[in-house]
């Protein structure tokens, strides 16, 4: 098991900058896949990005390609993502999110362990 505690939300304008955090505690977290996923008011929970390890192999939504970066840290049991050049359409509650090492997917319902999410608001 997994526990994660995400962090970092707040208010910027369009073009600004924020970074995420999502500190982990459990044992084996090196084992665990990481992603993040957002939800906007009154839409789905969808997709941004994922992480299988330090340095390896990433995944990022169209809309956040080249914007955004996801990275992690075991050494201190935290997953960053850092956004750049944020649109008000990036307006969503953002949830990190884990699951066993398994063949890539953006659904949501195959990670059993979340964050309890936090608010990132990009003003025009």
């Known amino acids: 098991q997994v526990q994660l505690v995400d962090s970092g939300g707040g208010l910027v304008q369009a073009g600004g900058s924020l970074r995420l955090s999502c500190a982990a505690s459990g044992r084996t977290f090196s084992n665990y896949v990481v992603g993040w996923f957002r939800q906007a008011p009154e839409k789905e929970r969808v997709f941004v990005a994922s992480?299988?390890?330090?340095?390896?192999?990433?995944h990022y939504a169209d809309s956040v390609k080249g914007r955004f970066t996801i990275s992690r840290d075991n050494a201190k049991n935290t997953v960053y993502l850092q956004m750049n050049s944020l649109k008000p359409e990036d307006t969503a509650v953002y949830y990190c999110a884990a699951r066993t090492f398994g063949r890539y997917t953006e659904r949501k319902d195959e990670y059993p362990y979340w964050g309890q999410g936090t608010q990132v608001t990009v003003s025009s």
């Open positions: 992480i299988v390890r330090s340095g390896g192999p990433t």
